[in-house]
C-alpha cells in the first residue's frame, strides 16, 4: 500500500495555488476566468508531486535509477521546496521542526534520503570533518549552521530521537570549511 497519493497532491497544490491567488490579489493579476482555465490542465506542481510521491512510495530503486530521472527527481524536489519556503526577498527560511512531521516532510525526508542517501552525515561527523574535532562546540556550530540556512539538513526517518535525526549533506559541509564560513 502506498504511503502517498493523489490527496497529497491535492492538498499541496491547493496550499500553493491560495498564495497564488493572494499574490495575484496584492499585484492585481488574477482573474477568475484564469483561475478556471488553468485548473483543468495537471500544472508542472502536480506532474513534479506525482514524481516525487512514486519516489517516495519506493516505485523507482535509486540503483537502477538513470542520470536522466536523478535530475528530474532533484529539479522537482528543488521546486517544490522554493515554493513551499520561498519568499519574495529570496532569504532563508528556517524549516521548522513541525513540517518534517507533516505528510509534506515525511515526502520531502524521503526523496532527499533517496536522492542523496550516500551524502548524508550526522552532525557529530560534520563536526569533525569541518573542524577536525567531534566536540560539542563544533556540532553547536554545525546546528547554528543549519539554523542559519548555510546547510540544508533533512531528518533520517530511521532515528526516532529529535537530538539525533538530523542529517547535512557531506559536499557542503566540505564546501562550507574550504570558505571558512561556518559560524562561531
Known sequence: MALFGDALIEEISGLVGKRHRELGMALGKVTAQADQAQADAPTPLQRDLALLIQVANGEYLRGNASETLLQR???AL???LGLLLGNALETHITIPDEFWNS???VLV???R???SA???ITISNAAALAFGENSQANRMRIARAME???LEWVIDPSVANPQQNRRVLRHQVERLRE???LPE
Open 73 to 75: 527527481v532533484d529539479l
Open 78 to 80: 528543488r521546486n517544490l
Open 103 to 105: 505528510d509534506m516532510g
Open 109 to 111: 525526508s524521503r526523496v
Open 113 to 115: 534520503w533517496w536522492l
Open 118 to 120: 550516500d551524502e548524508l
Open 148 to 150: 542559519k540556512g548555510l
Open 179 to 181: 570558505q571558512s564560513h
